[in-house]
């Protein structure tokens, strides 16, 4: 099972929604079966680089270290790859279902509404904010980790791959 965070740039919400996620897998003790990546639709921009520091920091405030992550841009065969891409908001979706191999769209969803997370549709875009914003995005990228990884433990497939 291989599971793909995507945001925009590759350098602030997927790779602490990766590093989340990864931390959750390992503590349940489903990292053997489960693997976890993390992609930007414009990851051109900063492909190459390290996470936005002021996500590294936020990422370490929390007890997890994301700074050996590189940033990608998402790609056409990660649909064929990976059962379920993750994405951080709405405009992700959109451009993540455009690259998607014909039948395969549906892999991507928008993680927090498919999590039942309430109260917001997207993760908010942290980096034109401050340390705020990135504990924000932190919080509901967690929660979302927590519930994904819930899912997963339950082996409740049912539903947990889009048809
Ligand atoms: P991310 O944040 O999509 O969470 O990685 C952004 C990173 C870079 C830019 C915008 C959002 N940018 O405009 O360069």
């Not at 395969?104 to 980096?127: C, F, K, Q, S």
Request: proline residues 5%; charged residues 25%; contains cysteine.
């Amino acid at each position: 099972m291989k599971l793909l965070v995507v945001c925009l740039g590759n350098i602030c919400r997927s790779p602490m929604g990766e590093g989340i996620l990864q931390a959750r897998i390992a503590e349940a003790g489903l990292d053997s079966w489960v693997q976890v990546d993390s992609a930007g639709t414009s990851g051109h921009w900063h492909a190459g680089r390290g996470p936005d520091p002021r996500a590294v920091a936020c990422a370490r405030g929390h007890g997890v270290d994301i700074s050996a992550q590189r940033a990608r841009q998402l790609l056409a065969e990660d649909f064929e790859e990976c059962d379920l891409i993750l994405c951080a908001d709405d405009d992700n979706l959109r451009d993540a279902r455009a690259l998607a191999p014909a039948g395969l769209e549906a892999r991507a969803v928008l993680w927090l509404p498919w999590a039942g997370i309430d109260g917001a549709d997207g993760v908010p875009d942290p980096y034109y904010g401050d340390v705020r914003d990135f504990e924000t995005s932190w919080a509901l990228l967690d929660a979302a980790a927590q519930v994904t990884v819930r899912r997963l433990s339950r082996r409740d497939d049912s539903g947990i791959i889009p048809a």
